[in-house]
């Protein structure tokens, strides 16, 4: 019964682009599993049967959440996604504070941020990391959202591009192209994350445009079209409409925004 149901929650095809659509909340440090248990049943109630056809809807929630959040989304038969926000690149052993992949697989997580500009920053992930964290996240049949993007003082120096390449090329290298089509590319320039300075859809269609093309030149064509990849940025209900929509972007990955299940599914919706 649950798995009928499921499907009729499917999202479908965008026939401008061959791909599905994802719209992924991540909700940071936010959100302790009584408040996550209420947003996500809240979430649930707003949102239409339409509206998972629309796209395929995720919740990137905090470690501690998971478990109730995957037993609730099991016991209501609802249409989300679950994510994790990192993980560690080994799959056990002696490594205090840490969580692994293989770990996150057994609470039915299916996608796994990686690389998000947080990490890079506040906790020192480098390239060489991030490309171990995403080749892990693979290994445990999940799929990574890899998150790319340049700093403010990277775009008005004008290396943006080299900034996306390098970050791509580096964290794809070990990835075998069967693989890689499942991959999930978040464009998420640095300063557009948590500013209310959103990207203009001409910004973020150049991004995923780019990325896109980065993919194809280190790959194939069909690697790079079977790709996803999303925009993520100051996305709120007001720009997600146009942000979607631009050429290259296949969803959208929201911050702040997704705390308010009234204001996601109102980006869902718009
Ligand atoms: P924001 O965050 O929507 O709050 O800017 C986006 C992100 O960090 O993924």
């Known amino acids: 019964m649950a798995a009928k149901n499921r499907e009729t929650l ?10 599905t659509r994802l719209i992924a909340g991540n909700w940071k440090m936010n959100m302790n599993h009584l408040e996550a248990i209420q ?11 339409a509206d998972y056809g629309f796209a395929e809807i995720c919740v990137i929630a905090p470690f501690v959440d998971l478990r109730s959040l995957q037993l609730l989304i099991d016991s209501d038969s609802m249409g989300f996604s679950l994510g994790a926000q990192n993980c560690y690149f080994e799959s056990k052993g002696a490594f205090t504070g840490e969580i692994s992949a293989p770990m996150l697989a057994k609470l039915g997580v299916r996608y796994v941020l990686v690389g998000h500009s947080e990490r890079r920053t506040i906790f020192g992930e480098d390239d060489s990391i991030v490309a171990k964290k995403l080749k892990a996240v ?11 993007g340049e700093t403010e003082q990277e ?15 580096i964290a794809i290298e070990a990835v075998p192209d069967e693989l890689l089509k499942r991959i999930v590319i978040a464009y998420e320039p640095v300063w557009a994350i948590g500013t209310g300075l959103a990207a203009t859809d001409v910004d973020a269609s150049w991004g995923a445009s780019h990325i896109r093309s980065v993919i194809r ?34 969803g959208l990955l929201v911050g702040g925004a997704s705390l308010d299940p009234e204001e996601f599914a109102r980006i869902v919706q718009s």
Do not use: W
């Not at 499917?10 to 791909?19: A, H, L």
């Not at 947003?39 to 049967?49: C, D, E, G, I, T």
């Not at 775009?155 to 090329?169: D, H, N, W, Y």
């Open 39 to 49: 947003a996500v049943q809240k979430l649930h109630y707003l949102l239409r049967p």
């Open 138 to 148: 693979f290994e445990s049949q999940m799929i990574p959202i890899l998150c790319v």
């Open 217 to 250: 030149s280190l790959r194939s064509a069909a690697v790079s079209d079977s790709a996803h990849i999303l925009y993520g940025g100051s996305v709120n209900a007001g720009n997600a409409r146009s942000l979607i929509d631009s050429e290259s972007v296949d």
């Open 155 to 169: 775009k008005q120096a004008g290396r943006s591009s080299e900034v996306l390449t390098r970050q791509v090329q």
């Open 10 to 19: 499917q999202p479908k095809i965008n026939p401008n682009t061959n791909r």
